[in-house]
């Protein structure tokens, strides 16, 4: 399969055949678990907007790794443009000597890394993401509390276009605590489908990602002109609430 360019999907899967010490601490650290393939599969086809011909998507990926999601949303949609935010400096490297080298007009690797410090300059019609599930201070100084997979889905929610659409990979448990339920529960539509006892298989790249079974669930969430992005003001920080407001007021301006 073609992705755009000279770069084939099986040539890539070949250049990810690497597990390292550091890949067991970023594991830890930055709960990096790289989308297996069988739910790369699930998200894309989740999307109502990659099976409808428009004439552009305009999409994110926030924690792009090396690019398993782009792969596949590219396998099925190239009539787009794809934002990718990737805080591991391996991982950008991957994805600046593959996939963006194969598809230089079609992806754009942002320079803010970190995801919980960037800034869009537009809206988005499909943010497509398999977020970390849990992110902990205490190995994460910079940090000031720990941060759930709801955390990233709530903040992109910021980031749509009105009809635009969320399609996401989280961890069951998180979709039950509270905050989180309720706004899940407050959305006009958000369609939840859970994946119980789930034998999690790494892709190539990911030999050490074999953690077990866990229960997730896919999230596909269409942001309605009824719906309150200011629901993201009532995280605690005042530092994400004041981001928050930029990042709304930039999208009322577009």
Same mark, same amino acid.
């Given at each position: 399969?073609?992705?755009?360019?000279?770069?084939?999907?099986?040539?890539?899967?070949?250049?990810?055949?690497?597990?390292?010490?550091?890949?067991?601490?970023?594991?830890?650290?930055?709960?990096?678990?790289?989308?297996?393939?069988?739910?790369?599969?699930?998200?894309?086809?989740?999307?109502?907007?990659?099976?409808?011909?428009?004439?552009?998507?305009?999409?994110?990926?926030?924690?792009?790794?090396?690019?398993?999601?782009?792969?596949?949303?590219?396998?099925?949609?190239?009539?787009?443009?794809?934002?990718?935010?990737?805080?591991?400096?391996?991982?950008?490297?991957?994805?600046?000597?593959?996939?963006?080298?194969?598809?230089?007009?079609?992806?754009?690797?942002?320079?803010?890394?970190?995801?919980?410090?960037?800034?869009?300059?537009?809206?988005?019609?499909?943010?497509?993401?398999?977020?970390?599930?849990?992110?902990?201070?205490?190995?994460?100084? $910079?940090?000031?509390?720990?941060?759930? *997979?709801? *955390?990233?889905?709530?903040?992109?929610?910021?980031?749509?276009?009105?009809?635009?659409?969320?399609?996401?990979?989280?961890?069951?448990?998180?979709?039950?605590?509270?905050?989180?339920?309720?706004?899940?529960?407050?959305?006009?539509?958000?369609?939840?489908?859970?994946?119980? *006892?789930?034998?999690?298989?790494?892709?190539?790249?990911? *030999?050490? $990602?074999?953690?077990?079974?866990?229960?997730?669930?896919?999230?596909?969430?269409?942001?309605?002109?009824?719906?309150?992005?200011?629901?993201?003001?009532?995280?605690?920080?005042?530092?994400?609430?004041?981001?928050?407001?930029?990042?709304?007021?930039?999208?009322?301006?577009?």
């Amino acid at each position: 399969v073609s992705l755009g360019g000279n770069l084939t999907s099986l040539e890539f899967d070949r250049t990810l055949v690497w597990v390292t010490k550091e890949k067991l601490n970023n594991v830890k650290r930055f709960q990096e678990f790289f989308t297996p393939d069988k739910f790369v599969k699930i998200l894309v086809n989740k999307s109502t907007k990659l099976a409808t011909e428009f004439s552009h998507l305009d999409i994110l990926e926030p924690s792009a790794g090396v690019g398993n999601l782009i792969i596949g949303v590219l396998k099925k949609y190239t009539n787009c443009h794809i934002d990718m935010v990737e805080i591991q400096e391996d991982n950008r490297n991957i994805l600046k000597d593959t996939l963006i080298k194969a598809s230089p007009d079609i992806l754009t690797l942002k320079e803010e890394g970190d995801f919980l410090r960037f800034i869009p300059d537009k809206q988005y019609d499909l943010i497509i993401m398999n977020p970390p599930y849990h992110l902990q201070k205490k190995y994460i100084a $910079s940090l000031d509390r720990d941060y759930y *997979d709801l *955390d990233f889905v709530m903040t992109c929610f910021s980031m749509l276009k009105v009809d635009g659409e969320i399609v996401a990979l989280v961890r069951y448990e998180n979709t039950q605590k509270t905050e989180y339920k309720q706004w899940l529960n407050s959305l006009k539509d958000c369609k939840i489908v859970n994946y119980m *006892d789930e034998k999690w298989q790494g892709s190539k790249a990911d *030999d050490v $990602s074999k953690i077990g079974s866990i229960n997730l669930s896919v999230l596909r969430i269409t942001r309605t002109e009824e719906d309150d992005p200011t629901t993201l003001f009532k995280i605690s920080s005042r530092a994400e609430h004041q981001r928050a407001e930029i990042i709304l007021e930039g999208c009322a301006m577009d």
